[in-house]
């Protein structure tokens, strides 16, 4: 009778998972993510997910009266089941700055990050953490070469953060202050806590001044190997969109009007310490003026492109990590039906290729935000309890994603 109370206890927790009612909360992350086989794997299973951005988190929690916000979105982000969250472990200069100057700290917004990672934790909801960004926003790779310049040292171009040695060193350093960090909350140090998915060098990385992607490539090598020489239980990724490169001359024109920007995806991620791969994309930025069918081609093509080099050359997971469609604009009802329509038909995408090998691993849409943060909004702003379309179609692609687990557990544990 135990077995058998056992087997309709599971078969109702796979019922509950796949109509999207939870029997119980998330359970906390206790294993780390790692990675064989060219898939992310979880307690001895392939791990495929849905997720979501959210990069402010850490400043919003800076300030203790606005930490509701966060823990309200990690409340809505587990009830659509979603399990993985991008956000940012950086805020260079400016205000609230993490790093103050190259390794001066603000406490105060530290302690806001680690109330991010322990009400991640609490819901059951991984982090991936991007370390540095590509843009002068929150600082960036603009603010390193202005403190560089601060200290005396010659620099010509914000590419330079690349190359220069004394940047460099600037940003090993915050690498370290942040992987070595004891959370408050916790008392765990970052580098080992599992709720923490994977380090990310930089969001967006590109370089102007090499358009072959040789010079981000040896960035990448001396950062991913510094990364890995701290943590080694963590997965690193680059934070990249995508962009092919010399490696792949016959693919640049797939690029969005076939844009050289510095990487390239076949040689930047074959990396040794470079876990796993990324693409970003919005169709509507980067082809404005074309139809919504060629959007969708343009779209279906870049994703199925980097998902064969991922598992037939990188051998590596791969992350549809920001995409989007705003709903600024006049028509706001037409806009959000609209933008439900193209989440539709990415999930779609995700999910069939998911469904045919593990390693596409998932999508995190750009991007989830809490009631009360309109200074916030970019137009791509996700608010679940306000926009019960969008989040039903975000929740039916969670379960499917999560089905996918259950039937790939049962098939390598013959669990019922």
Excluded at 88 to 116: C, N, R
Aim: with cysteine; glycine share 8%; hydrophobic share 35%.
């Amino acid at each position: 009778m135990h077995g058998e109370r056992k087997m309709r206890w599971l078969i109702w927790e796979v019922f509950f998972i796949l109509s999207g009612l939870s029997s119980s909360p998330s359970p906390a992350p206790e294993a780390f993510v790692g990675v064989q086989d060219g898939h992310f794997q979880l307690n001895g299973s392939p791990f495929v997910f849905n997720g979501f951005n959210s990069y402010w988190m850490m400043s919003v929690a800076a300030d203790p009266n606005q930490r509701h916000k966060v823990s309200n979105v990690f409340h809505d982000a587990a009830s659509a089941a979603l399990t993985v969250c991008r956000t940012w472990a950086f805020a260079d200069g400016g205000s609230p700055a993490l790093q103050i100057s190259p390794g001066v700290y603000d406490e105060i917004v530290f302690q806001g990050l680690d109330f991010v990672i322990c009400e991640a934790k609490k819901y059951g909801i991984r982090m991936i953490l991007s370390l540095v960004n590509n843009y002068k926003d929150y600082g960036g790779r603009e603010q390193y070469v202005r403190w560089a310049k601060a200290a005396g040292v010659d620099i010509y171009n914000d590419d330079d953060f690349y190359t220069n040695q004394l940047i460099k060193s600037y940003y090993k350093n915050h690498v370290q202050r942040v992987l070595t960090r004891k959370n408050t909350i916790s008392g765990l140090r970052y580098m080992d806590d599992p709720t923490i998915m994977g380090w990310e060098l930089m969001n967006e990385p590109r370089c102007q001044l090499d358009s072959s992607g040789n010079t981000i490539n040896r960035w990448v090598e001396e950062m991913g190997s510094y990364v890995k020489s701290i943590d080694k239980q963590h997965l690193v990724g680059i934070g990249m969109e995508g962009f092919c490169g010399d490696s792949s001359p016959t693919k640049i024109k797939s690029n969005p009007n076939s844009y050289r920007l510095g990487t390239d995806f076949l040689t930047n991620n074959l990396n040794k310490d470079i876990d796993f791969a990324t693409i970003h994309a919005y169709p509507d930025a980067w082809l404005p003026g074309q139809s919504e069918a060629t959007k969708m081609a343009f779209l279906e093509e870049w994703i199925t492109i980097h998902w064969t080099d991922s598992k037939t050359i990188l051998k590596k997971p791969l992350i549809f990590e920001e995409f989007g469609k705003s709903t600024r604009g006049q028509n706001q009802t037409s806009n959000v039906r609209d933008r439900d329509s193209f989440l539709s038909k990415v999930y779609s995408i995700i999910y069939n290729l998911a469904r045919n090998g593990a390693t596409m691993a998932g999508g995190l849409v750009w991007q989830v935000m809490a009631e009360g943060m309109e200074s916030y909004y970019d137009g791509y702003e996700i608010v679940l309890p306000q926009n019960p379309s969008t989040n039903a179609i975000i929740t039916q692609q969670s379960n499917k994603m999560a089905a996918l687990n259950i039937k790939t557990q049962h098939h390598l544990n013959n669990r019922y």
